[in-house]
C-alpha cells in the first residue's frame, strides 16, 4: 500500500511497457518513426494510448473527436479499440505529420473511418453538431485549452468522456515561478476544471498528466 503515487523511474517504466502495453508492431514502428522526428516528443507515451484504447472500450465508445493528431498514434490506438463500425473526426493543421499518420491508418485499414480535418480546430469545432460524440481528447495548442474545452462540452453527449492531455506541462503547473502563456492557460484550465459543476474529473498522473472530464 502506498499513501502516494510512486515516482516512474526507468526499471519501472520498463516493466510497465513489458507487461501492461500491448503494442502492435504497426503501432510500434509508428511510434519509433515518430521519435526520429524533431518534434517527436509531442508524441503521447504508449501505456497512456494503451490506457486511452481501454477507456473507449470500456465506456462502448462509437464516436471519436480528436483536437491535435500529430502523426496518429492516439488515434490509431483509440480507434482501434473502437472498432470497425466507429467513427472519428480528427483535426490537425499539419499536412506534413499527418501525411504520416494516414500511412500508418491506410496500413492498420481504418483511414475510411477518419474524417480529417486540416484547418484551425476552432473552425472546425463550430461546424459540429451538439451532443454527437462519445469521446474526445484534447492534444494541440496550450494557449487554446480552454476554446476546445467549452467546444467539447457543447460537442460532447451528456455521459460522454473527453480525455485533456499535458495537464503536468512538464511539471511547470505546480511552479508558481513559471508564467509563460502554455502554463497559464493549462493551470487555469485545470482550476476551472475543478469547480466546474458542468463535470465531473479526474486528473490521472499518467504521462504528463491526464485528465478525464464527464460531461454530465
Given at each position: 500500500?502506498?499513501?502516494?503515487?510512486?515516482?516512474?523511474?526507468?526499471?519501472?517504466?520498463?516493466y510497465?511497457?513489458?507487461?501492461?502495453?500491448?503494442?502492435?508492431?504497426?503501432?510500434?514502428?509508428?511510434?519509433?518513426?515518430?521519435l526520429?522526428?524533431?518534434?517527436?516528443?509531442?508524441?503521447?507515451?504508449?501505456?497512456?494510448?494503451?490506457?486511452?484504447?481501454?477507456?473507449?472500450?470500456?465506456?462502448?465508445?462509437?464516436?471519436?473527436?480528436?483536437?491535435?493528431?500529430?502523426?496518429?498514434?492516439?488515434?490509431?490506438?483509440?480507434?482501434?479499440?473502437?472498432?470497425?463500425?466507429?467513427?472519428?473526426?480528427?483535426?490537425?493543421?499539419?499536412?506534413?505529420?499527418?501525411?504520416?499518420?494516414?500511412?500508418?491508418?491506410?496500413?492498420?485499414?481504418?483511414?475510411?473511418?477518419?474524417?480529417?480535418?486540416?484547418?484551425?480546430?476552432?473552425?472546425?469545432?463550430?461546424?459540429?453538431?451538439?451532443d454527437?460524440?462519445?469521446?474526445?481528447?484534447?492534444?494541440?495548442?496550450?494557449?487554446?485549452?480552454?476554446?476546445?474545452?467549452?467546444?467539447?462540452?457543447?460537442?460532447?453527449?451528456?455521459?460522454?468522456?473527453?480525455?485533456?492531455?499535458?495537464?503536468?506541462?512538464?511539471?511547470?503547473?505546480?511552479?508558481?515561478?513559471?508564467?509563460?502563456?502554455?502554463?497559464?492557460?493549462?493551470?487555469?484550465?485545470?482550476?476551472?476544471?475543478?469547480?466546474?459543476?458542468?463535470?465531473?474529473?479526474?486528473?490521472?498522473?499518467?504521462?504528463?498528466?491526464?485528465?478525464?472530464?464527464?460531461?454530465?
Amino acid at each position: 500500500m502506498s499513501n502516494k503515487t510512486l515516482d516512474i523511474n526507468d526499471k519501472l517504466l520498463s516493466y510497465i511497457l513489458r507487461t501492461g502495453v500491448k503494442e502492435s508492431d504497426l503501432e510500434k514502428r509508428l511510434r519509433e518513426e515518430t521519435l526520429e522526428l524533431e518534434m517527436g516528443k509531442m508524441q503521447i507515451a504508449p501505456e497512456q494510448g494503451e490506457f486511452m484504447g481501454f477507456m473507449a472500450k470500456l465506456m462502448n465508445a462509437s464516436s471519436y473527436l480528436e483536437i491535435g493528431v500529430f502523426t496518429g498514434y492516439s488515434m490509431l490506438k483509440v480507434l482501434k479499440a473502437m472498432g470497425k463500425e466507429a467513427t472519428a473526426t480528427a483535426c490537425d493543421i499539419s499536412k506534413e505529420w499527418t501525411d504520416i499518420a494516414q500511412r500508418y491508418w491506410k496500413e492498420e485499414g481504418i483511414d475510411t473511418q477518419i474524417d480529417l480535418h486540416l484547418d484551425r480546430a476552432e473552425n472546425t469545432l463550430k461546424s459540429l453538431a451538439p451532443d454527437s460524440f462519445d469521446l474526445a481528447f484534447i492534444d494541440a495548442d496550450k494557449e487554446n485549452y480552454d476554446l476546445y474545452y467549452e467546444a467539447c462540452l457543447r460537442i460532447l453527449k451528456p455521459g460522454g468522456l473527453l480525455m485533456i492531455d499535458n495537464i503536468f506541462w512538464g511539471g511547470s503547473v505546480a511552479d508558481e515561478g513559471i508564467d509563460d502563456l502554455d502554463t497559464k492557460a493549462i493551470r487555469a484550465l485545470n482550476k476551472k476544471i475543478f469547480s466546474d459543476t458542468r463535470v465531473e474529473a479526474s486528473m490521472l498522473s499518467i504521462g504528463d498528466g491526464l485528465m478525464l472530464v464527464k460531461k454530465l
